[in-house]
């Protein structure tokens, strides 16, 4: 039995995976919202998951992940969309340019 999410409001879809089990059911699993939604439409707070999971992903240490979430805490995705290499360096000298990278290639986009 596959899960209808027809009823839920574009933002309120987690985007649901059907993965069907030996018994042959149906199990959803909810991801953020960062990771279903085009970046252009994250707020800040999905611009501040994505971060912490780059620093997860990255296996950056707590102090680089607070200063990086600490960086882009004002950014929205129309903005996190519009910025430079330049301006990614410029909120984190350090990690800003990894951002960077893994921002375009999420979204398959040239610098």
Not at 7 to 18: G, I, M, Q, V
Not at 68 to 86: E, I, N, S, Y
Not at 105 to 110: N, P
Request: charge should be negative; charged fraction near 25%; hydrophobic fraction near 40%.
């Amino acid at each position: 039995m596959v899960m209808n999410v027809g009823f839920l409001s574009a933002r309120e879809k987690f985007l649901y995976d059907d993965q069907v089990c030996n018994t042959g059911c149906s199990l959803t699993v909810a991801r953020p919202l960062w990771a279903v939604t085009h970046p252009d439409h994250w707020t800040i707070a999905e611009v501040g998951q994505w971060v912490e999971h780059v620093a997860d992903e990255y296996h950056l240490s707590s102090e680089v992940k607070v200063a990086l979430a600490d960086a882009f805490v004002d950014v929205d995705g129309k903005r996190l969309m519009a910025m430079t290499l330049q301006d990614y360096r410029q909120r984190h000298e350090e990690y800003g340019a990894v951002l960077f990278y893994v921002y375009r290639r999420l979204t398959c986009k040239g610098e």
